[in-house]
């Protein structure tokens, strides 16, 4: 296995994939570098047939953990201003609303059981088809749709109805 090789070649997908879902720099790099460290122990346990599939899934499962353990600490706990600016709108005020839904994505995301949210990511930020998140997750293609679609129907419970009280 040539561990220097795969952390080159694939280096670039497993930043793309923390960026999308963590606000901050330093929490992209500690999803990158948690990233990495659980594709090694799963290289021990046997060989990696697919290693971009299992370090984006790795990626987005690491992300998520970050992202509940910000969301669920005490309110009175300061929560970082940093947002990553990747909107392609070019006007001050699209870009303050696009990060505060993101930021607001980022919170409602926290807040769904681990396995809707990953299959949520996968499908939407990493633009995986059904076939390729049931390859990754070891799901049927039907309860990849299951879990998608109860992401999408909570996403919306918790986004229109504003129960998540994520402020910036």
Do not use: N
């Not at 460290?37 to 990626?59: D, F, I, M, T, Y």
């Amino acid at each position: 296995m040539d561990w220097p090789g795969i952390v080159r070649d694939y280096a670039p997908l497993v930043w793309k994939t923390a960026r999308r879902l963590l606000p901050g720099e330093a929490d992209a790099a500690d999803c990158f570098q948690d990233t990495f460290v659980s594709a090694l122990e799963c290289s021990r346990r046997g060989p990696v047939k697919h290693w971009a599939g299992l370090l984006q899934r790795l990626a987005t499962a690491r992300a998520l953990d970050i992202l509940r353990r910000r969301y669920r600490r005490p309110a009175d706990a300061p929560v970082p201003l940093e947002v990553a600016d990747e909107s392609p709108a070019s006007d001050p005020v699209s870009r303050a609303m696009a990060a505060e839904l993101g930021g607001q994505l980022r919170d409602c995301l926290s807040q769904l059981p681990a396995r809707e949210s990953e299959v949520f990511c996968l499908r939407f930020l990493s633009e995986l088809s059904y076939q390729e998140i049931s390859d990754q997750l070891g799901l049927s293609i039907d309860a990849v749709g299951v879990a998608l679609h109860r992401a999408r129907a909570r996403l919306r419970e918790l986004l229109v109805g504003a129960s998540c009280t994520h402020e910036q």
